[in-house]
T-cell receptor, first 115, second 110 residues
Framework: EAEVAQSPRYKITEKSQAVAFWCDPISGHATLYWYRQILGQGPELLVQFQDESVVDDSQLPKDRFSAERLKGVDSTLKIQPAELGDSAMYLC?????????????FGNGTRLTVT | DAKTTQPPSMDCAEGRAANLPCNHSTISGNEYVYWYRQIHSQGPQYIIHGLKNNETNEMASLIITEDRKSSTLILPHATLRDTAVYYCMWNNNAGNMLTFGGGTRLMVKP
């Protein structure tokens, strides 16, 4: 079964540094999502793409977070500068259409630790 | 917000059926109910989804009440590998957002 690929699997960075995460969705999936999951909580949506366009980034802290999906395929999420409170699992997911009848498929995430 | 209510934790004996409830009283008429599960240190895994009718696949069954305000995920013969956090959720039609709640931590015991 095709999978959503994410890298790196783990990242440790010092506060005020820049950090980036990469996601390659399942081939043919038009919709891509980035989630943040703090330990012990459910995932929280940060940004949703339809092809290369942002559909929703209302929960993305835009002063320090940015996301792009330039060619409508893979995507990068960046944090600059990182803060201690950004320590979390960052999950990428994709779906075929992004409609109400289209399940999400998740990668295994990048666990970020900010020291 | 697309809010769901689930019990924070449940236990189930291995080999028995696990019935996980979810309340989604504000769901709209054309929004599907989804269930995912998350095993420690992995991303959430899709299990099943449905609109009005009960659904079954190789992993589980989904029972949705007639008024669609609640649903139950059934794992017919739970195994130790089914120990995970189970999330019930649905799309928010306004923005295609998928909102996770706190989930139910299912512990399957030998």
């Amino acid at each position: 079964e095709a999978e959503v690929a994410q890298s790196p699997r783990y990242k440790i960075t010092e506060k005020s540094q820049a950090v980036a995460f990469w996601c390659d969705p399942i081939s043919g999936h038009a919709t891509l999502y980035w989630y943040r999951q703090i330990l012990g909580q459910g995932p929280e949506l940060l940004v949703q793409f339809q092809d290369e366009s942002v559909v929703d980034d209302s929960q993305l802290p835009k002063d320090r977070f940015s996301a792009e999906r330039l060619k409508g395929v893979d995507s990068t999420l960046k944090i600059q500068p990182a803060e201690l409170g950004d320590s979390a699992m960052y999950l990428c997911a994709s779906s075929l259409e992004g409609t109400v009848n289209s399940p999400l498929h998740f990668g295994n995430g990048t666990r970020l630790t900010v020291t | 917000d697309a809010k769901t209510t689930q019990p924070p934790s449940m236990d189930c004996a291995e080999g028995r059926a696990a019935n996980l409830p979810c309340n989604h009283s504000t769901i709209s008429g054309n929004e599907y109910v989804y269930w995912y599960r998350q095993i420690h240190s992995q991303g959430p895994q899709y299990i099943i989804h449905g609109l009005k009718n009960n659904e079954t696949n190789e992993m589980a069954s989904l029972i949705i009440t007639e008024d669609r305000k609640s649903s139950t995920l059934i794992l017919p013969h739970a195994t130790l590998r089914d120990t995970a956090v189970y999330y019930c959720m649905w799309n928010n039609n306004a923005g295609n957002m998928l909102t996770f709640g706190g989930g139910t931590r299912l512990m399957v015991k030998p």
